[in-house]
């Protein structure tokens, strides 16, 4: 065993961590992820002699190699898909013995963690074992692997193993449901085993990440954008050494915060990453929002600085003279990229031909340190400016990760703009660090150009809001979505009509999560291997989460939530004072109601009830069943609730909608048959040309609550397609 483990260590610069536990005296399971054909060679050059291997009698006929190995006394060979394949290593596990389960059953098609068969659970119970895990990290990008994407002839490998855990009690519910928990719960620890090992010996901050994808990947696509740029992390990493060390030339730019204005073109996330490799903190600006709203959120911030580009504000149609007004310096791209010397470029070029990425790599960004400055949607009020730090976008992405079975070959198409956190995580830093190709895009309102834009480029993986996708529905060919397997939807609740006509028209499930720019944003998602129609899925793994009572509402609390992905803090000092006096807790705002098995369903946003004679009313729920009652209006039907005071009964109700046509009878009929009271009808209907939503696909309720009273909107709004 020992020249074995040097062998592997000369190769794979193979250690094993935390080995205690192995010496736990049986009956003991040992469940490692299996991802690649030397597993167990390096499991068995760590665990003593008395440990089996379970393997398959089919696999083990296929040759006299694979018998010889998957044959002997340290193996229990088994038919995987015989009833009776437990008997044995329940016989060996009730006598004492220490079994090395791979319970997924075979190896990894995708590189990352599959589902896990019910035998685990049953074989757990019956014959009350003791469990530790394992992760192999690295393993799943040695030579020998099932999945298609890229592989090391001898890449760096350890093994990791967790404390002893025991199984928990689940008391009253069938043997069947009880298999099937348990063995959900070995998986869940395994994926928790994961991140956090990611995140102790992974790269500490997002723009490490990317370098460190770009060493292993330097010739894949890593962007492309609508004007047919294309960007090889090469010469991503190229581009990022270049705009860096320009920017590293201006004054005082070290912590600086510094905004950026820019569409979702490449130039975005490559700024984006030059600012923290000069180690600016980049503010992202909205500038859909308009330019008093823009001016505020720079005031905010304490911006003196923006990034932006001539060919942006010129096709845009934003007037840069307010912002020189208000005394911020506008650095222009093209001016900057003008200014780059010559040696520089050869330089630079030089260096990622032969360490791709590697003065990225060695940034040298503290984990707390801010990473970027985000403003929420506003979408109840005014913006607030969020911090987030770099373990905050890095512990997200790699919690996202964990959880979502990506392979190397997946496309992601992103038109959610960046200065929203969906996009900027989700879209951008999500791939980037994953090592998948993501198509830019500068806008999620082109209804028509989107889906062939999607089909053209046969990418796998969109995003969208329930806004955005029922408007890629109407103008989409049943075919444009033909490569899509993973549809993710969030920034606001998913209609039942979406989800039906996504099923039926395009074949597509969509993936509904929740999140919050304060979270980096994901709080929890559906997954291809747990999904709960109509949840918005299950915590991320690291999260906790408690739910606090609200007087008048039954069902569900107030969802507060703690992990690593939760923001640094606000730049608002009252906002910021609020946030701090709950000790690590971020208060989402929403009341949710959370199942057995742990699916969260929001019930609708704390602000968004109404005490209507003296009883609280769910306006998000009384939305959700006018929404889909009345298919007779078409797909542009669009209802918004509001809440108004009301001297008799406290609050009332009034619908805006863009269709003349709805009345109070038909409101009626449709809230009865939702099962809803009496209390929930609203009294009024406010007929407008079109219910305004912000860029992310959010209704804008204040601009609602105005036209409700009968004033302007204060501010010039920049329409998002314009970019």
Same mark, same amino acid.
């Given at each position: 065993?020992?020249?074995?483990?040097?062998?592997?260590?000369?190769?794979?610069?193979?250690?094993?961590?935390? +080995?205690?536990?192995?010496?736990?005296?049986?009956?003991?399971?040992?469940?490692?992820?299996?991802?690649?054909?030397?597993?167990?060679?390096?499991?068995?050059?760590?665990?003593?002699?008395?440990?089996?291997?379970?393997?398959?009698?089919?696999?083990?006929?296929?040759?006299?190699?694979?018998?010889?190995?998957?044959?002997?006394?340290?193996?229990?060979?088994?038919?995987?898909?015989?009833?009776?394949?437990?008997?044995?290593?329940?016989?060996?596990?009730?006598?004492?013995?220490?079994?090395?389960?791979?319970?997924?059953?075979?190896?990894?098609?995708?590189?990352?963690?599959?589902?896990?068969?019910?035998?685990?659970?049953?074989?757990?119970?019956?014959?009350?074992?003791?469990?530790?895990?394992?992760?192999?990290?690295?393993?799943?990008?040695?030579?020998?692997?099932?999945?298609?994407?890229?592989?090391?002839?001898?890449?760096?490998?350890?093994?990791?193993?967790?404390?002893?855990?025991?199984?928990?009690?689940?008391?009253?519910?069938?043997?069947?449901?009880?298999?099937?928990?348990?063995?959900?719960?070995?998986?869940?620890?395994?994926?928790?085993?994961?991140?956090?090992?990611?995140?102790?010996?992974?790269?500490?901050?997002?723009?490490?990440?990317?370098?460190?994808?770009?060493?292993?990947?330097?010739?894949?696509?890593?962007?492309?954008?609508?004007?047919?740029?294309?960007?090889?992390?090469?010469?991503?990493?190229?581009?990022?050494?270049?705009?860096?060390?320009?920017?590293?030339?201006?004054?005082?730019?070290?912590?600086?915060?510094?905004?950026?204005? +820019?569409?979702?073109?490449?130039?975005?996330?490559?700024?984006?990453?030059?600012?923290?490799?000069?180690?600016?903190?980049?503010?992202?600006?909205?500038?859909?929002?308009?330019?008093?709203?823009?001016?505020?959120?720079?005031?905010?911030?304490?911006?003196?600085?923006?990034?932006?580009?001539?060919?942006?504000?010129?096709?845009?149609?934003?007037?840069?003279?307010?912002?020189?007004?208000?005394?911020?310096?506008?650095?222009?791209?093209?001016?900057?990229?003008?200014?780059?010397?010559?040696?520089?470029?050869?330089?630079?070029?030089?260096?990622?031909?032969?360490?791709?990425?590697?003065?990225?790599?060695?940034?040298?960004?503290?984990?707390?340190?801010?990473?970027?400055?985000?403003?929420?949607?506003?979408?109840?009020?005014?913006?607030?400016?969020?911090? +987030?730090?770099?373990?905050?976008?890095?512990?997200?992405?790699?919690?996202?990760?964990?959880?979502?079975?990506?392979?190397?070959?997946?496309?992601?198409?992103?038109?959610?703009?960046?200065?929203?956190?969906?996009?900027?995580?989700?879209?951008?830093?999500?791939?980037?660090?994953?090592?998948?190709?993501?198509?830019?895009?500068?806008?999620?309102?082109?209804?028509?150009?989107?889906?062939?834009?999607?089909?053209?480029?046969?990418?796998?993986?969109?995003?969208?809001?329930?806004?955005?996708?029922?408007?890629?529905?109407?103008?989409?060919?049943?075919?444009?979505?033909?490569?899509?397997?993973?549809?993710?939807?969030?920034?606001?609740?998913?209609?039942?009509?979406?989800?039906?006509?996504?099923?039926?028209?395009?074949?597509?499930?969509?993936?509904?999560?929740?999140?919050?720019?304060?979270?980096?944003?994901?709080?929890?998602?559906?997954?291809?291997?747990?999904?709960?129609?109509?949840?918005?899925?299950?915590?991320?793994?690291?999260?906790?989460?408690?739910?606090?009572?609200?007087?008048?509402?039954?069902?569900?609390?107030?969802?507060?939530?703690?992990?690593?992905?939760?923001?640094?803090?606000?730049?608002?000092?009252?906002?910021?004072?609020?946030?701090?006096?709950?000790?690590?807790?971020?208060?989402?705002?929403?009341?949710?109601?959370?199942?057995?098995?742990?699916?969260?369903?929001?019930?609708?946003?704390?602000?968004?009830?109404?005490?209507?004679?003296?009883?609280?009313?769910?306006?998000?729920?009384?939305?959700?069943?006018?929404?889909?009652?009345?298919?007779?209006?078409?797909?542009?039907?669009?209802?918004?609730?509001?809440?108004?005071?009301?001297?008799?009964?406290?609050?009332?109700?009034?619908?805006?909608?863009?269709?003349?046509?709805?009345?109070?009878?038909?409101?009626?009929?449709?809230?009865?048959?939702?099962?809803?009271?009496?209390?929930?009808?609203?009294?009024?209907?406010?007929?407008?040309?079109?219910?305004?939503?912000?860029?992310?696909?959010?209704?804008?309720?204040?601009?609602?609550?105005?036209?409700?009273?009968?004033?302007?909107?204060?501010?010039?709004?920049?329409?998002?397609?314009?970019?």
């Amino acid at each position: 065993m020992v020249l074995l483990r040097l062998l592997l260590r000369l190769l794979f610069g193979f250690r094993a961590y935390n +080995l205690e536990p192995l010496r736990t005296p049986g009956p003991v399971l040992l469940i490692p992820n299996h991802v690649s054909w030397l597993d167990w060679l390096f499991l068995g050059a760590v665990l003593d002699r008395d440990w089996k291997f379970v393997t398959s009698k089919a696999t083990a006929n296929t040759s006299f190699l694979h018998r010889m190995i998957m044959t002997g006394s340290r193996t229990i060979p088994i038919d995987p898909h015989s009833p009776y394949a437990v008997r044995a290593m329940e016989e060996h596990l009730e006598s004492g013995g220490r079994l090395v389960l791979f319970a997924e059953g075979q190896i990894s098609a995708t590189g990352s963690l599959m589902r896990l068969y019910d035998g685990t659970g049953f074989l757990i119970r019956k014959a009350d074992a003791k469990v530790i895990l394992c992760y192999l990290r690295g393993a799943n990008r040695i030579w020998f692997v099932k999945h298609r994407g890229w592989r090391k002839f001898f890449p760096r490998v350890s093994a990791h193993f967790s404390d002893v855990q025991r199984p928990p009690e689940f008391a009253g519910i069938p043997h069947a449901e009880e298999r099937h928990r348990l063995t959900d719960w070995v998986r869940d620890r395994m994926v928790l085993q994961q991140f956090d090992v990611e995140m102790e010996f992974g790269p500490s901050n997002p723009l490490s990440a990317v370098a460190q994808t770009a060493g292993n990947i330097p010739g894949r696509t890593a962007l492309e954008d609508s004007t047919g740029t294309t960007l090889s992390y090469r010469r991503l990493m190229v581009a990022v050494d270049l705009l860096s060390g320009a920017f590293r030339r201006l004054n005082r730019i070290r912590g600086e915060r510094v905004g950026v204005m +820019l569409p979702n073109v490449n130039g975005l996330p490559v700024t984006i990453l030059s600012l923290w490799g000069a180690g600016a903190v980049p503010a992202l600006l909205n500038f859909s929002s308009g330019t008093p709203s823009l001016l505020r959120c720079a005031r905010l911030s304490g911006l003196t600085r923006v990034v932006t580009s001539r060919r942006f504000l010129e096709k845009a149609g934003i007037d840069p003279r307010p912002m020189v007004a208000a005394g911020l310096d506008l650095i222009f791209l093209e001016d900057v990229r003008a200014g780059i010397p010559t040696r520089s470029k050869v330089t630079a070029l030089v260096r990622n031909l032969i360490a791709p990425g590697i003065r990225s790599l060695k940034a040298g960004l503290r984990p707390d340190d801010t990473a970027v400055i985000l403003f929420t949607s506003g979408s109840e009020g005014t913006p607030k400016g969020v911090e +987030l730090t770099h373990r905050n976008l890095n512990a997200n992405v790699r919690q996202a990760m964990s959880i979502v079975d990506l392979t190397d070959d997946d496309r992601f198409f992103n038109a959610m703009p960046l200065f929203h956190c969906f996009g900027l995580t989700a879209g951008t830093l999500f791939p980037l660090v994953r090592g998948c190709a993501t198509y830019l895009y500068p806008s999620p309102l082109h209804y028509r150009t989107v889906p062939a834009l999607v089909y053209e480029r046969a990418c796998t993986v969109l995003l969208g809001t329930n806004t955005f996708l029922n408007g890629y529905a109407r103008k989409a060919h049943c075919y444009d979505f033909n490569t899509v397997r993973f549809l993710f939807a969030g920034a606001e609740k998913v209609q039942p009509a979406t989800f039906d006509t996504w099923a039926q028209q395009f074949g597509v499930r969509i993936l509904e999560g929740y999140g919050a720019t304060e979270c980096s944003p994901f709080v929890s998602v559906n997954t291809r291997i747990h999904p709960s129609y109509g949840s918005v899925g299950r915590l991320l793994p690291g999260m906790e989460c408690r739910l606090e009572p609200i007087d008048g509402v039954e069902e569900g609390g107030r969802l507060l939530v703690r992990g690593p992905n939760i923001m640094k803090g606000y730049v608002n000092e009252d906002a910021n004072e609020r946030f701090k006096a709950q000790g690590g807790w971020y208060d989402t705002g929403d009341v949710v109601r959370i199942d057995d098995k742990g699916y969260l369903y929001i019930c609708g946003r704390l602000k968004r009830f109404a005490k209507v004679s003296g009883e609280m009313v769910s306006l998000a729920a009384v939305e959700a069943a006018l929404s889909d009652a009345f298919p007779r209006f078409g797909p542009k039907f669009q209802v918004a609730v509001l809440a108004v005071p009301d001297a008799d009964r406290g609050e009332s109700l009034i619908a805006v909608t863009n269709e003349a046509r709805l009345t109070l009878a038909d409101m009626r009929l449709a809230i009865h048959a939702k099962g809803l009271g009496n209390l929930c009808f609203p009294r009024e209907v406010v007929v407008v040309d079109a219910v305004p939503v912000l860029a992310t696909g959010k209704v804008d309720y204040p601009a609602c609550q105005r036209l409700i009273k009968g004033v302007p909107s204060e501010m010039s709004q920049v329409p998002i397609e314009a970019a």
